[in-house]
């Protein structure tokens, strides 16, 4: 059982415009979520993040969305540019399960010029 | 901010030889680093749970007699893969954290393939 889900593998938008990606989740103990992105050949880089007491977070032209209710979380990014070009992925952590994250399959964001 | 090497970033070897993967922080202490095995198109497999001075916590499914981990220091956890064979080709990658609900802060990954 996935517990955290992206369910959309790639998205395309054009430079300039709002990327919104999706991500839920399962499991009600998670209380830390994080976003990541990921250049081909490379390790992960953080993002940004949100706490389960917050319901969004912003820092530049990110902002993450948490829905808790619903178990959903977005990243907006606005205005996407090129350099974003990337495979974005989703994590979320629990205090129960030592701080180990889950991460969801990732989305693959092409920003166009 | 907080640097993790991994080495090496490539790696080609024979079937049945071993093949060790280092990973460390550089500016900063990791009592626990984590490993993660990446698949074409897939997300992130966490592999164990590397914690400094005691034996590593492997995930459901993953073989600890294959995958020797070991974190002898504070900045430095290794992967040993055993008895490589082609189905272990993957994409490695470490990462280590600076607390509970700190992001994590990973290398840049090892590309192995094992012919």
């Known amino acids: 059982d996935q517990q955290v889900k992206q369910n959309s593998p790639s998205l395309s938008v054009q430079e300039g415009r709002i990327s919104i990606l999706n991500c839920d989740y399962t499991?009600?103990?998670?209380?830390?979520f994080l976003w990541y992105k990921k250049y081909p050949a490379e390790g992960p880089t953080f993002l940004i993040s949100?706490?389960?007491?917050?319901d969004k977070n912003e820092d530049g032209r990110f902002t993450v969305f948490l829905n808790k209710s619903a178990k959903h979380l977005s990243l907006h990014i606005v205005p996407s540019q090129p350099g974003d070009s990337a495979v974005y992925f989703c994590?979320?952590?629990?205090?129960?399960?030592?701080?180990?994250?889950?991460f969801g399959d990732g989305t693959t964001l092409t920003v166009k010029p | 901010g907080a640097v993790v090497s991994q080495h090496p970033s490539r790696v080609i070897c024979k079937s049945g030889t071993s093949v060790k993967i280092e990973c460390r922080s550089l500016?900063?202490?990791?009592?626990?680093m984590f490993w993660y095995r990446q698949f074409p198109k897939q997300s992130l497999m966490l592999m164990a749970t590397?914690?400094?001075?005691?034996?590593?916590?492997?995930e459901q499914g993953v073989e600890k007699d294959k995958f020797l981990i070991n974190h002898a220091s504070l900045t430095l956890s290794t992967l040993t893969v055993t008895s490589a064979h082609p189905e272990d080709s993957s994409f490695y990658i470490c990462?280590?954290?600076?607390?509970?609900?700190?992001?994590?802060?990973f290398g840049n990954g090892t590309r192995l393939t094992v012919t």
């Open positions: 994590a979320a952590s629990s205090a129960t399960n030592a701080g180990k994250s889950t």
């Open positions: 590397s914690n400094e001075g005691s034996k590593a916590t492997y």
């Open positions: 949100i706490s389960s007491i917050k």
């Open positions: 500016d900063f202490q990791a009592t626990t």
């Open positions: 990462s280590a954290g600076t607390g509970f609900n700190s992001p994590l802060h």
């Open positions: 499991n009600s103990m998670f209380d830390y």
